[in-house]
T-cell receptor
Framework: AQTVTQSQPEMSVQEAETVTLSCTYDTSENNYYLFWYKQPPSRQMILVIRQEAYKQQNATENRFSVNFQKAAKSFSLKISDSQLGDTAMYFC???????????????FGKGTHLIIQP | NAGVMQNPRHLVRRRGQEARLRCSPM?????VYWYRQLPEEGLKFMVY????????ESGMPKERFSAEFPKEGPSILRIQQVVRGDSAAYFCASSPRAGQGNTEAFFGQGTRLTVV
């Protein structure tokens, strides 16, 4: 079974600053995907960024980037030039990949509440 | 293309009643996942269904909970004889095809169940 740990229950930064959210995971699998989801007060789960474990290059999406360290089982999210609209819960998630093309459900961490101060 | 639709958004049930939560996946999606989110927690996987089949129900409580995804119509998560501990937000996600090359699951806005 997989576990995902987010050790920062809450973080607060000033607008325009850069912030890094940490995530570690534990698995014996070699093929998997990692995700960061954002959940604003509306409760909608929004995919922020995705990383395939077999790719060494870190994924980036505009102001969002990850630092994926496979050996250390670490997957942190960096938000550059933070904006007020980035205020939300952020969840790190793991998904096992099957060689035959199937996939499990997602295993989520407990989340980090990120607050961007004006 | 409408997103994943869940209804109702809010549901209040008395202890012992039944709760039925509905999820209409995105058009063209044949894979549905249900998750439960307790207060101050992340989402916990419950069940994964394809049309007319339960693929993985390892996260589903053994009693009182059931799920289906019929050939026609929405996926239904059914909770019988609800108890206060069932109070949570229940999320549905859908994807067009599970696995390699197509991993994004699109989430609905959830149903908040309150048991009084």
């Amino acid at each position: 079974a997989q576990t995902v740990t987010q050790s920062q229950p809450e973080m607060s930064v000033q607008e325009a600053e850069t912030v890094t959210l940490s995530c570690t995971y534990d698995t014996s699998e070699n093929n998997y995907y990692l995700f960061w989801y954002k959940q604003p007060p509306s409760r909608q789960m929004i995919l922020v960024i995705r990383q395939e474990a077999y790719k060494q290059q870190n994924a980036t999406e505009n102001r969002f980037s990850v630092n994926f360290q496979k050996a250390a089982k670490s997957f942190s999210l960096k938000i550059s030039d933070s904006q007020l609209g980035d205020t939300a819960m952020y969840f790190c998630a793991f998904m096992k990949q099957y060689s035959g093309g199937g996939a499990d459900g997602l295993t989520f961490g407990k989340g980090t509440h990120l607050i961007i101060q004006p | 293309n409408a997103g994943v639709m869940q209804n109702p958004r809010h549901l209040v049930r008395r202890r012992g009643q039944e709760a039925r939560l509905r999820c209409s996946p995105m058009k063209g999606h044949s894979h549905v996942y249900w998750y439960r989110q307790l207060p101050e927690e992340g989402l916990k996987f419950m069940v994964y269904l394809q049309k007319e089949n339960i693929i993985d129900e390892s996260g589903m409580p053994k009693e009182r909970f059931s799920a289906e995804f019929p050939k026609e119509g929405p996926s239904i998560l059914r909770i019988q004889q609800v108890v206060r501990g069932d109070s949570a937000a229940y999320f549905c996600a859908s994807s067009p095809r599970a696995g390699q090359g197509n991993t994004e699951a699109f989430f609905g806005q959830g149903t908040r169940l309150t048991v009084v």
